[in-house]
Nanobody
Framework: QVQLVESGGGSVQSGGSLKLSCAASGYTYSSYWAWFRQAPGKEREGVAA???????MYAHSVKGRFIISQDNAKNTLYLQMNSLKPEDTAMYYC???????????????WGKGTLVTISS
């Protein structure tokens, strides 16, 4: 059974940094990973994605501030978030699949999310 568990969320002031982690279990084959976020009253949006070769893609709103990475040995996905803004406040979810969905919310496996709150 595949499980994705996010951690690292919290409350920081604008301009600060956070690093999110997503630990996967029961999921060891090559795959594609992504981070999504959903703010209250808004649709879930793709933030960053990484393919099996390590190539990355980012939403325009976070490009240059967020970095997605993975540690295959630990089966863990990361999202380093820098220069955080109040508009980054959201629940952040990791997702995984054997299909490359880029930033579309069509991934097969999802975590339950970790809350990020940025104060001005």
């Amino acid at each position: 059974q595949v499980q994705l568990v996010e951690s690292g969320g919290g409350s920081v002031q604008s301009g600060g940094s956070l690093k999110l982690s997503c630990a996967a279990s029961g999921y060891t084959y090559s795959s594609y990973w992504a981070w999504f976020r959903q703010a209250p009253g808004k649709e879930r949006e793709g933030v960053a994605a990484i393919d099996s070769d390590g190539s990355t893609m980012y939403a325009h709103s976070v490009k240059g501030r967020f970095i997605i990475s993975q540690d295959n040995a630990k089966n863990t996905l990361y999202l380093q978030m820098n220069s955080l803004k109040p508009e980054d406040t959201a629940m952040y979810y990791c997702a995984a699949d054997r299909i490359w969905w880029e930033l579309l919310p069509r991934y097969n496996y999802w975590g339950k999310g970790t809350l990020v709150t940025i104060s001005s």
